[in-house]
Protein backbone atom coordinates (compact mmCIF):
# COMPACT_ATOMS: atom_id res chain seq x y z
CA UNK A 1 0.00 0.00 0.00
CA UNK A 2 2.57 2.65 0.82
CA UNK A 3 4.45 1.87 -2.55
CA UNK A 4 0.53 2.68 -4.19
CA UNK A 5 0.78 5.69 -2.02
CA UNK A 6 3.83 6.61 -3.69
CA UNK A 7 2.95 6.45 -7.13
CA UNK A 8 0.07 8.37 -6.68
CA UNK A 9 1.99 11.00 -5.56
CA UNK A 10 4.15 11.17 -8.37
CA UNK A 11 1.03 10.92 -10.73
CA UNK A 12 -0.38 14.22 -9.18
CA UNK A 13 2.78 15.85 -9.94
CA UNK A 14 1.82 15.25 -13.86
CA UNK A 15 -0.02 17.68 -16.10
CA UNK A 16 -2.10 16.89 -18.68
CA UNK A 17 -2.95 18.48 -22.16
CA UNK A 18 -5.95 20.59 -22.15
CA UNK A 19 -8.05 18.63 -24.78
CA UNK A 20 -7.22 15.23 -22.89
CA UNK A 21 -8.77 16.93 -19.75
CA UNK A 22 -11.32 18.54 -21.71
CA UNK A 23 -12.18 14.69 -23.58
CA UNK A 24 -12.50 13.61 -20.00
CA UNK A 25 -14.56 15.52 -18.80
CA UNK A 26 -17.36 14.81 -21.33
CA UNK A 27 -17.11 11.32 -20.90
CA UNK A 28 -19.14 9.10 -18.57
CA UNK A 29 -17.90 7.93 -14.65
CA UNK A 30 -17.56 5.09 -15.76
CA UNK A 31 -15.29 5.91 -18.85
CA UNK A 32 -13.72 8.56 -17.48
CA UNK A 33 -12.22 6.37 -14.10
CA UNK A 34 -10.76 4.05 -16.93
CA UNK A 35 -9.28 6.65 -18.78
CA UNK A 36 -7.96 8.02 -15.76
CA UNK A 37 -6.39 4.70 -14.59
CA UNK A 38 -4.94 4.16 -17.91
CA UNK A 39 -3.19 7.16 -17.92
CA UNK A 40 -1.84 6.91 -14.54
CA UNK A 41 -0.58 3.33 -15.88
CA UNK A 42 1.52 4.92 -18.54
CA UNK A 43 2.84 7.92 -16.77
CA UNK A 44 3.79 6.34 -13.83
CA UNK A 45 5.48 3.44 -16.38
CA UNK A 46 7.38 6.52 -17.86
CA UNK A 47 8.19 7.97 -14.89
CA UNK A 48 9.77 5.13 -13.42
CA UNK A 49 12.21 4.34 -16.83
CA UNK A 50 12.92 8.50 -16.98
CA UNK A 51 14.32 7.80 -13.08
CA UNK A 52 16.24 5.21 -13.93
CA UNK A 53 19.56 6.22 -15.06
CA UNK A 54 20.77 2.81 -15.76
CA UNK A 55 17.70 2.12 -18.11
CA UNK A 56 18.87 5.43 -19.98
CA UNK A 57 21.84 4.06 -20.69
CA UNK A 58 21.83 1.19 -22.18
CA UNK A 59 18.74 2.54 -24.13
CA UNK A 60 21.28 4.98 -25.17
CA UNK A 61 23.74 2.18 -25.77
CA UNK A 62 21.57 0.31 -27.61
CA UNK A 63 20.67 2.88 -30.10
CA UNK A 64 24.15 3.75 -30.54
CA UNK A 65 24.91 -0.01 -31.63
CA UNK A 66 21.99 0.27 -34.02
CA UNK A 67 23.73 2.94 -35.70
CA UNK A 68 26.70 1.62 -36.47
CA UNK A 69 25.18 -1.73 -38.12
CA UNK A 70 23.05 0.47 -40.17
CA UNK A 71 26.17 2.04 -41.10
CA UNK A 72 28.15 -0.81 -41.85
CA UNK A 73 25.01 -2.29 -44.01
CA UNK A 74 25.50 1.10 -45.65
CA UNK A 75 28.66 0.89 -46.24
CA UNK A 76 28.43 -2.94 -47.65
CA UNK A 77 25.57 -2.13 -49.49
CA UNK A 78 27.41 0.89 -51.14
CA UNK A 79 30.50 -1.30 -51.45
CA UNK A 80 27.94 -3.48 -53.44
CA UNK A 81 26.45 -1.24 -55.64
CA UNK A 82 30.01 0.43 -56.71
CA UNK A 83 30.81 -3.46 -58.07
CA UNK A 84 27.75 -3.77 -59.99
CA UNK A 85 28.11 -0.67 -61.53
CA UNK A 86 31.51 -1.73 -62.80
CA UNK A 87 30.49 -5.05 -63.86
CA UNK A 88 26.91 -3.21 -65.67
CA UNK A 89 29.77 -0.58 -67.56
CA UNK A 90 31.54 -3.41 -68.60
CA UNK A 91 28.66 -5.65 -69.84
CA UNK A 92 27.64 -2.71 -71.56
CA UNK A 93 31.37 -1.95 -73.19
CA UNK A 94 31.07 -5.70 -74.38
CA UNK A 95 27.50 -5.28 -75.90
CA UNK A 96 28.71 -2.28 -77.18
CA UNK A 97 31.52 -3.78 -79.09
CA UNK A 98 29.25 -7.00 -80.14
CA UNK A 99 26.93 -4.37 -82.10
CA UNK A 100 30.42 -2.72 -83.86
CA UNK A 101 30.83 -6.28 -85.06
CA UNK A 102 27.50 -6.90 -86.51
CA UNK A 103 27.60 -3.83 -88.30
CA UNK A 104 31.51 -4.54 -89.55
CA UNK A 105 29.16 -7.61 -90.42
CA UNK A 106 26.42 -5.96 -91.93
CA UNK A 107 28.35 -3.85 -94.31
CA UNK A 108 29.97 -6.99 -95.65
CA UNK A 109 26.67 -8.79 -95.83
CA UNK A 110 24.28 -7.04 -97.80
CA UNK A 111 21.43 -9.28 -99.83
CA UNK A 112 22.15 -8.54 -103.36
CA UNK A 113 19.87 -9.49 -105.92
CA UNK A 114 21.31 -9.76 -109.91
CA UNK A 115 21.04 -7.17 -112.56
CA UNK A 116 21.10 -7.60 -116.41
CA UNK A 117 24.28 -5.75 -116.50
CA UNK A 118 26.30 -8.08 -114.14
CA UNK A 119 26.15 -5.82 -111.70
CA UNK A 120 24.84 -6.99 -107.80
CA UNK A 121 22.13 -3.85 -106.44
CA UNK A 122 22.03 -4.04 -102.49
CA UNK A 123 18.47 -4.01 -101.12
CA UNK A 124 19.76 -0.99 -98.41
CA UNK A 125 22.81 0.75 -97.95
CA UNK A 126 24.09 2.63 -94.84
CA UNK A 127 21.85 5.82 -95.40
CA UNK A 128 18.62 3.66 -96.45
CA UNK A 129 19.13 4.41 -99.72
CA UNK A 130 19.46 1.55 -102.20
CA UNK A 131 22.79 2.16 -104.18
CA UNK A 132 25.09 -0.45 -106.93
CA UNK A 133 28.17 -2.04 -106.30
CA UNK A 134 29.65 -4.00 -109.02
CA UNK A 135 31.07 -7.21 -107.27
CA UNK A 136 34.22 -8.61 -107.40
CA UNK A 137 35.63 -10.87 -110.37
CA UNK A 138 35.69 -14.06 -108.07
CA UNK A 139 31.93 -13.26 -107.04
CA UNK A 140 30.92 -13.28 -110.67
CA UNK A 141 33.45 -16.64 -111.60
CA UNK A 142 31.98 -18.15 -108.59
CA UNK A 143 28.88 -17.44 -109.48
CA UNK A 144 29.11 -18.17 -113.21
CA UNK A 145 30.64 -21.64 -112.19
CA UNK A 146 27.62 -22.73 -110.28
CA UNK A 147 25.01 -21.63 -112.81
CA UNK A 148 27.10 -23.54 -115.52
CA UNK A 149 27.34 -26.42 -113.19
CA UNK A 150 24.36 -29.01 -114.14
CA UNK A 151 21.87 -30.41 -111.90
CA UNK A 152 23.13 -34.21 -110.76
CA UNK A 153 21.13 -36.91 -112.92
CA UNK A 154 19.43 -39.65 -111.02
CA UNK A 155 20.03 -43.30 -112.05
CA UNK A 156 17.15 -44.66 -114.38
CA UNK A 157 16.98 -47.31 -111.33
CA UNK A 158 16.38 -44.34 -109.06
CA UNK A 159 13.52 -43.08 -111.46
CA UNK A 160 12.00 -46.43 -111.72
CA UNK A 161 11.86 -47.48 -107.94
CA UNK A 162 10.05 -43.90 -107.10
CA UNK A 163 7.62 -44.04 -110.00
CA UNK A 164 6.98 -48.03 -108.69
CA UNK A 165 6.81 -46.45 -105.43
CA UNK A 166 3.97 -44.52 -106.22
CA UNK A 167 1.93 -47.00 -107.84
CA UNK A 168 2.77 -49.29 -104.40
CA UNK A 169 1.13 -46.52 -102.17
CA UNK A 170 -1.94 -45.69 -104.83
CA UNK A 171 -2.89 -49.56 -104.55
CA UNK A 172 -2.33 -49.41 -100.63
CA UNK A 173 -4.32 -46.71 -100.31
CA UNK A 174 -7.36 -48.58 -102.47
CA UNK A 175 -6.92 -52.06 -100.39
CA UNK A 176 -7.31 -49.57 -96.92
CA UNK A 177 -10.45 -48.22 -98.05
CA UNK A 178 -11.43 -51.94 -98.91
CA UNK A 179 -10.82 -52.52 -94.96
CA UNK A 180 -7.46 -54.54 -95.29
CA UNK A 181 -4.73 -53.89 -93.24
CA UNK A 182 -3.25 -55.31 -89.97
CA UNK A 183 0.00 -56.72 -91.92
CA UNK A 184 1.93 -55.55 -88.67
CA UNK A 185 0.51 -57.53 -86.41
CA UNK A 186 2.26 -61.06 -86.66
CA UNK A 187 -0.02 -62.94 -84.38
CA UNK A 188 -2.72 -62.34 -86.50
CA UNK A 189 -1.08 -62.14 -89.78
CA UNK A 190 1.69 -64.95 -90.21
CA UNK A 191 4.84 -65.18 -92.15
CA UNK A 192 3.40 -67.91 -94.13
CA UNK A 193 0.34 -66.41 -94.27
CA UNK A 194 1.89 -63.36 -96.14
CA UNK A 195 4.50 -65.41 -98.01
CA UNK A 196 1.24 -67.90 -99.56
CA UNK A 197 -0.56 -64.51 -100.57
CA UNK A 198 2.66 -63.11 -102.49
CA UNK A 199 2.95 -66.39 -104.53
CA UNK A 200 -0.81 -66.17 -105.20
CA UNK A 201 -0.15 -62.87 -106.50
CA UNK A 202 2.47 -63.79 -108.57
CA UNK A 203 -0.12 -66.34 -110.35
CA UNK A 204 -2.51 -63.36 -110.91
CA UNK A 205 -0.17 -61.86 -112.28
CA UNK A 206 0.03 -58.04 -110.56
CA UNK A 207 3.40 -57.16 -109.63
CA UNK A 208 2.21 -54.22 -107.80
CA UNK A 209 1.26 -56.38 -105.25
CA UNK A 210 3.52 -58.86 -105.11
CA UNK A 211 5.74 -56.13 -104.48
CA UNK A 212 3.67 -54.71 -101.63
CA UNK A 213 3.30 -58.14 -99.60
CA UNK A 214 7.36 -58.83 -100.49
CA UNK A 215 7.63 -54.90 -98.59
CA UNK A 216 5.55 -56.32 -96.16
CA UNK A 217 7.46 -59.24 -95.34
CA UNK A 218 10.66 -57.17 -95.48
CA UNK A 219 9.73 -54.38 -92.90
CA UNK A 220 8.75 -57.27 -90.69
CA UNK A 221 12.53 -58.39 -90.88
CA UNK A 222 11.44 -61.67 -92.50
CA UNK A 223 12.10 -63.56 -95.59
CA UNK A 224 9.64 -65.18 -97.73
CA UNK A 225 8.20 -68.48 -96.53
CA UNK A 226 8.98 -71.92 -98.29
CA UNK A 227 6.17 -72.96 -99.65
CA UNK A 228 5.03 -76.11 -98.19
CA UNK A 229 4.40 -78.94 -100.17
CA UNK A 230 0.71 -79.27 -100.62
CA UNK A 231 -0.51 -82.98 -100.94
CA UNK A 232 -2.85 -84.49 -103.28
CA UNK A 233 -5.22 -85.43 -100.31
CA UNK A 234 -5.29 -81.47 -98.92
CA UNK A 235 -6.14 -80.37 -102.69
CA UNK A 236 -8.74 -83.24 -102.94
CA UNK A 237 -10.38 -82.22 -99.47
CA UNK A 238 -10.74 -78.74 -100.86
CA UNK A 239 -12.38 -80.22 -103.79
CA UNK A 240 -14.53 -81.88 -102.00
CA UNK A 241 -15.84 -78.41 -99.87
CA UNK A 242 -16.70 -76.94 -103.32
CA UNK A 243 -18.74 -79.26 -104.79
CA UNK A 244 -20.80 -79.40 -101.24
CA UNK A 245 -22.23 -76.04 -101.77
CA UNK A 246 -22.23 -73.33 -104.78
CA UNK A 247 -20.62 -70.39 -104.79
CA UNK A 248 -23.50 -68.10 -103.32
CA UNK A 249 -23.00 -70.60 -100.08
CA UNK A 250 -26.68 -72.36 -101.05
CA UNK A 251 -26.97 -75.84 -101.49
CA UNK A 252 -26.27 -76.67 -105.38
CA UNK A 253 -29.33 -79.45 -107.03
CA UNK A 254 -29.04 -82.89 -105.76
CA UNK A 255 -28.00 -84.26 -109.22
CA UNK A 256 -25.09 -82.06 -109.38
CA UNK A 257 -24.01 -82.18 -106.03
CA UNK A 258 -23.63 -86.29 -106.17
CA UNK A 259 -22.00 -85.83 -109.46
CA UNK A 260 -19.61 -83.30 -108.60
CA UNK A 261 -19.08 -84.98 -105.01
CA UNK A 262 -18.38 -88.31 -106.57
CA UNK A 263 -15.78 -86.97 -108.17
CA UNK A 264 -14.42 -85.58 -105.51
CA UNK A 265 -14.45 -88.63 -103.02
CA UNK A 266 -12.70 -90.07 -105.94
CA UNK A 267 -10.12 -87.87 -105.96
CA UNK A 268 -9.66 -87.47 -102.41
CA UNK A 269 -9.45 -91.91 -102.42
CA UNK A 270 -7.18 -91.39 -105.23
CA UNK A 271 -4.60 -88.73 -103.47
CA UNK A 272 -5.12 -90.79 -100.21
CA UNK A 273 -3.72 -94.04 -101.70
CA UNK A 274 -1.19 -92.07 -104.35
CA UNK A 275 0.07 -90.33 -100.96
CA UNK A 276 0.64 -93.14 -98.74
CA UNK A 277 2.43 -95.41 -102.12
CA UNK A 278 -0.16 -98.45 -102.38
CA UNK A 279 -0.35 -97.35 -105.81
CA UNK A 280 3.01 -96.78 -107.37
CA UNK A 281 2.97 -96.24 -110.94
CA UNK A 282 -0.48 -95.30 -111.40
CA UNK A 283 -1.56 -91.56 -111.85
CA UNK A 284 -4.13 -89.64 -110.18
CA UNK A 285 -6.67 -90.03 -112.98
CA UNK A 286 -6.25 -93.78 -113.01
CA UNK A 287 -6.75 -93.99 -109.21
CA UNK A 288 -9.79 -91.53 -109.73
CA UNK A 289 -11.55 -93.88 -111.89
CA UNK A 290 -11.05 -96.88 -109.98
CA UNK A 291 -12.51 -94.94 -107.38
CA UNK A 292 -15.36 -93.97 -108.69
CA UNK A 293 -16.55 -97.58 -109.77
CA UNK A 294 -15.82 -97.97 -105.43
CA UNK A 295 -18.58 -95.07 -104.89
CA UNK A 296 -21.30 -97.30 -105.98
CA UNK A 297 -21.10 -98.54 -102.47
CA UNK A 298 -21.69 -95.87 -100.17
CA UNK A 299 -20.65 -98.00 -96.99
CA UNK A 300 -17.42 -98.92 -98.61
CA UNK A 301 -14.63 -99.18 -95.74
CA UNK A 302 -12.86 -96.64 -98.17
CA UNK A 303 -14.76 -93.52 -96.96
CA UNK A 304 -13.92 -94.11 -93.39
CA UNK A 305 -11.09 -92.42 -93.17
CA UNK A 306 -13.18 -89.03 -94.05
CA UNK A 307 -16.06 -89.94 -91.41
CA UNK A 308 -16.57 -87.95 -88.32
CA UNK A 309 -16.56 -91.66 -86.58
CA UNK A 310 -14.91 -94.13 -88.19
CA UNK A 311 -16.02 -96.68 -86.29
CA UNK A 312 -19.47 -96.08 -87.47
CA UNK A 313 -18.79 -96.93 -91.01
CA UNK A 314 -18.02 -100.65 -89.99
CA UNK A 315 -21.23 -100.94 -87.82
CA UNK A 316 -22.82 -100.45 -90.40
CA UNK A 317 -20.86 -102.41 -92.47
CA UNK A 318 -21.50 -105.03 -89.90
CA UNK A 319 -25.69 -104.42 -89.96
CA UNK A 320 -25.96 -104.43 -93.27
CA UNK A 321 -23.92 -108.44 -93.28
CA UNK A 322 -26.58 -109.16 -91.13
CA UNK A 323 -29.01 -108.06 -92.72
CA UNK A 324 -27.62 -110.36 -95.97
CA UNK A 325 -26.92 -113.23 -94.28
CA UNK A 326 -23.76 -113.35 -93.03
CA UNK A 327 -22.16 -112.15 -95.80
CA UNK A 328 -19.37 -109.81 -95.75
CA UNK A 329 -18.33 -107.51 -98.21
CA UNK A 330 -15.13 -108.76 -100.22
Same mark, same amino acid.
Given at each position: MTEMKADTKRVERLTYPDHFLHDIENMSADMRDARMQELSHWSLRFANRTANPKWVTNHMFELARLAELTAAERDRLRSELEAAEALNTRHLAEIEGLREAARAVDEQAFMFYRAEDG????????? *????EIVHSDAMFQLRAALSATPAREQHPDDLAVDRFAVAMKAKLVKKRSDGRGGWQDKENCSQQFLSCLLRDHVDKGDPVDVANFAMMLQQRSEEIAPERDLTIQEAARAMLSAYDLSISGQPIADE????????? %???????????????? *?????????AFLTALADPLSPY %??? %????????????????????????G
Open positions: TERSIEADD *GEACQRAAGRHIA %LAASFAADAYNKGYCE *GQDVHALCR %LDY %LRADPAAGQEARDARAQAHGGQVD
